[in-house]
């Protein structure tokens, strides 16, 4: 079983930047975030394998957001940059055991979440 900390979320405004942290305790094939808004689903942001550090974007984030790993740590980063207020959320980082699914498609294991606030 693989337990997952996240740490980074905050408060700031439209145009800021924050950097979201996520820390295994175990392999996985593949880590990144999901987000929840109010009154939304769940939807998928960022990905990216472990291994090979093959990496993959929702289009609402494509050229704001980047997700690198540090393999050392078992850690994954998420920059966010370019912050606008409907990237308000509780992200969610989340992590693949093995290669069974696509890249970010149902996870094994989920994080606790971490607050996200975008003000304009």
């Known amino acids: 079983q693989v337990q997952l900390v996240e740490s980074g979320g905050g408060l700031v405004q439209a145009g800021g930047s924050l950097r979201l942290s996520c820390a295994a305790s175990?392999?996985?094939?593949?880590m990144g975030w999901f987000r929840q808004a109010p009154g939304k689903e769940r939807e998928f942001v960022s990905f990216i394998t472990t291994s090979t550090g093959i990496t993959y974007y929702a289009d609402s984030v494509k050229g704001r957001f980047t997700i690198a790993r540090d393999n050392a740590k078992n850690t994954v980063y998420l920059q966010m940059s370019s912050l606008i207020p409907e990237d308000t959320a509780v992200y969610y980082c989340?992590?693949?055991?093995?290669?069974?699914?696509?890249?970010?498609?149902?996870?094994?294991?989920w994080g606790q979440g971490t607050q996200v606030t975008v003000s304009s």
């Open positions: 175990g392999r996985t094939f593949s």
């Open positions: 989340a992590a693949q055991s093995s290669f069974r699914n696509r890249v970010g498609v149902n996870p094994d294991y």
